[in-house]
């Protein structure tokens, strides 16, 4: 069975520090990895997806999150924390059957620090 | 363009009583979900439905019915609300495999 694992209920970084969302999967077929942000009160927004093209992958707001088969890690990553950055990170891994089902990492709160 | 929309926003309910939530999606997406959000657990798949008239179980559907009878719309009914099933609701549609689009939720709590 698939699953996910966030490390980190709560990351607290200073705003221009580098910001580092760990995420770990498990699946026994090649995933399709997401990173989703949800602002408060709102609904999940696509941060970006790892489709077993380029490994590194670019996403929006100058996220980035890096695909490593050996450690199955999807670590998100972006230089420089903004306040607007503020929000909980959610990782995703898609069941590749005929459902195409998303099974969720518990989530991490990111907090931005003046 | 609206993509998926949910009603209502918000509901307060007593233990016992039944609602039905609603999800409308305007992409002509096949796969629609819901799930519930709950704090420190993610969110957590309830039903689906991979086309029209079709649903299935998801992780948690104690407690939950769904319909599927128009491609564009999923409901989600609560036959007898439970203090348990005080949550975030989250409706999901998607065409193939691509990302899901998500609606802004459904706040509920059952007193």
């Known amino acids: 069975a698939q699953s996910v694992t966030q490390l980190g209920s709560h990351v607290s970084v200073s705003e221009g520090a580098l910001v580092l969302l760990r995420c770990n999967y498990s699946?026994?077929?090649?995933?399709?990895l997401f990173w989703y942000v949800q602002y408060p009160n709102q609904g999940l927004q696509l941060l970006l997806k790892?489709?077993?093209?380029?490994?590194l992958v670019k996403g929006i707001n100058g996220f980035e999150a890096e695909f490593k088969k050996s450690e199955t890690s999807f670590h998100l990553t972006k230089p420089s924390a903004h306040m607007s950055d503020a929000a909980e990170y959610f990782c995703?891994?898609?069941?590749?059957?005929?459902?195409?089902?998303?099974?969720f990492g518990s989530g991490t709160r990111l907090l931005v620090r003046p | 363009n609206a993509g998926v929309t949910q009603t209502p926003k918000f509901r307060v309910l007593k233990t016992g009583q039944s609602m039905t939530l609603l999800c409308a999606q305007d992409?002509?997406?096949?796969?629609m979900y819901w799930y519930r959000q709950d704090p420190g657990m993610g969110l957590r798949l309830i039903h689906y439905?991979?086309?029209?008239?079709?649903?299935a179980k998801g992780e948690v559907p104690d407690g939950y019915n769904v319909s599927r009878l128009k491609k564009q719309n999923f409901l989600l009914g609560l036959e007898s609300a439970a203090p348990s099933q005080t949550s975030v609701y989250f409706c999901?549609?998607?065409?193939?495999?691509?990302?899901?689009?998500f609606g802004d939720g459904t706040r509920l709590s059952i007193l």
């Open positions: 999901a549609s998607t065409d193939s495999n691509q990302p899901q689009h």
């Open positions: 699946s026994s077929v090649p995933p399709y």
């Open positions: 790892y489709t077993s093209a380029a490994t």
């Open positions: 995703a891994v898609s069941d590749q059957g005929s459902s195409y089902k998303l099974i």
């Open positions: 992409m002509n997406h096949e796969y």
């Open positions: 439905s991979v086309g029209e008239g079709t649903t």
